[in-house]
Structure formats: structure tokens, C-alpha cells
């Protein structure tokens, strides 16, 4: 029939019964050929779909073994907060070092400083950074008393006199005092780059071990996501294979 899906079938006979039998078996046969036929090609695609997806199936399975393998192996659990935690422990190791840079290098300037006067008290005194401290400034105070002391005494009694003897006395004792304090100061302002110079080295060794620990922990990351993508993209080709089968 023109423009259609239809067909008609005829076949002359002087038995009409005969007649209605062989047009309606040609079409009974051609239907049943056709359905055989799709059925042939289901079959066929079932059964390849059925090896890929087995196929399909052992390579998840073996991609979620490895995956797991590797995890208890590393005894990973959740690296990405372990990940965040060490980065911020690193950036904060950074932080302190740099900080331990500055006051190391401000330390050895003074350091360096009081080393090139070590041997001369007055060189000291001479030092901002000595003489501004505030005990140096008090005892350097009392000793231009006693020594003014003395040169007013010196111009009224004699060097054996009493008054004279004890104002001299006075002023060696504060003089004494003064430079076991500046004494005292050099040796604390030693020992605080010293200290300076060991936090720094401290932390950079701490920076450095902190570092290498992210670093590997970076490697069992990226290592893992890599297993995690085999799996994932194997099971949605599994996934997809398996509904395709299912429809088919």
C-alpha cells in the first residue's frame, strides 16, 4: 500500500479456504522469520554484553582490592584532614622561623658588637644597647655622684683623711658594681643570641622534617585519588554496561 507500512497479500485459488490458508501463513511465517531474526540479534547481544561485563566486573573488583590494599597498607583514614592539618602546622613552623631569623639576626648585631669590646668596660658603657638599659643607667648614675663626690672632697682633705678615704672607698665600690653589672648584662645579652641562634636552628630542622612529612603525605594523596579514579571510572562503565544489558 503506497506510503504506508502495509503490505496486502493475495492468492487465487478455486478453494477459497486455501486461499485465506497459504496468504495468511505467508504473513504468519514472515512475522515469525522476522521475530527469530531479533530474537537471533537480542541473543547475540546479550551474550557479548554478558563476557564484557564480566570482564568488566573483575577488573572493579580487582581496581576496589587495590584500592583497599592500599589504604590498609598506609593506614590511611581521612588524609585530606590530615592533609589541612599539616599544612597549617608547616605554615605556622614558617611563621616562627621567620620571626626566630629576626631576632637571631638582631641579637648577633649587638652580639657581635659586644664581642668586638669585650675586654674594655668603658667601650661598653659606650653601647646604646648597654648603656640605655635602665639598672646600667641607675649604678652609672651613682658612680658620677661619687665621683663628683670625690673631686669636691679632693680640694678640702687630704687622701689620708677619713672622709676622703671613705668617699674613694665608696666610689670603688660603685665602680664595682657597675662594671660587674655591665658584666652581668653582656653575659645575658650572649646568652640571648645564643639562644636566638639555637631556636632558629630548632626550627628550621622542624620546618624541614614538617616539609618532608607533607610531601609524603602529598605522594599517599595523590597515589590514593589515582586508585579512587580507577574504581569510579570502572564502575560506571560497569554500571553502564550492566543497564544496557538489563534494557537489552
Given amino acids: 500500500v503506497a506510503k504506508t507500512h502495509l ?8 478453494s477459497p479456504e486455501l486461499a485465506a490458508q497459504v496468504a495468511n501463513t505467508v504473513a504468519e511465517v514472515y512475522i515469525e522469520s522476522h521475530l527469530e531474526a531479533k530474537l537471533l540479534m537480542t541473543e ?5 554484553l554478558n563476557e564484557r561485563l564480566s570482564g568488566l566486573k573483575t577488573k572493579l573488583d580487582t581496581s576496589e582490592s587495590q584500592l583497599q590494599a592500599y ?8 588524609i585530606d584532614g590530615v592533609k589541612s592539618i599539616e599544612a597549617k602546622e608547616l605554615q605556622e613552623l614558617n611563621s616562627q622561623l621567620s620571626e626566630a631569623r629576626q631576632l637571631r639576626k638582631k641579637t648577633e648585631n649587638i652580639y657581635k658588637l659586644i664581642q ?3 675586654s674594655n668596660n668603658q667601650a661598653l658603657l ?9 639598672l646600667i643607667q641607675k649604678v652609672n648614675e651613682a658612680a658620677q655622684v ?3 663626690k670625690v673631686s669636691e672632697l679632693q680640694g678640702i682633705y687630704g687622701p689620708k683623711h677619713p672622709t676622703m678615704i671613705a668617699a674613694q672607698s665608696e666610689l670603688r665600690s660603685v665602680n664595682n658594681n657597675l662594671k660587674q653589672q655591665v658584666s652581668i648584662l653582656v653575659s645575658g645579652i650572649n646568652n ?3 639562644t636566638a641562634k639555637a631556636n632558629e636552628e630548632t626550627l628550621k630542622e622542624a620546618v624541614k622534617e614538617k616539609g618532608q612529612s607533607f610531601r609524603e603525605l602529598s605522594t599517599l594523596d595523590a597515589r590514593q585519588k589515582e586508585l579512587k579514579r580507577e574504581v569510579e571510572s570502572n564502575e560506571q ?9 538489563k534494557e537489552t
Fill in 192 to 194: 640571648e643570641y645564643l
Fill in 126 to 134: 659606650s653601647l646604646p644597647e648597654v648603656l640605655n638599659h635602665t
Fill in 146 to 148: 661619687s665621683r663628683t
Fill in 237 to 245: 562503565l560497569y554500571n553502564a554496561f550492566f543497564t544496557r544489558l
Fill in 71 to 78: 589504604q590498609n597498607q598506609e593506614q590511611l583514614v581521612d
Fill in 7 to 14: 503490505i496486502t497479500i493475495t492468492f487465487k485459488s478455486e
Fill in 116 to 118: 668586638s669590646k669585650q
Fill in 44 to 48: 547475540t547481544a546479550s551474550s557479548w
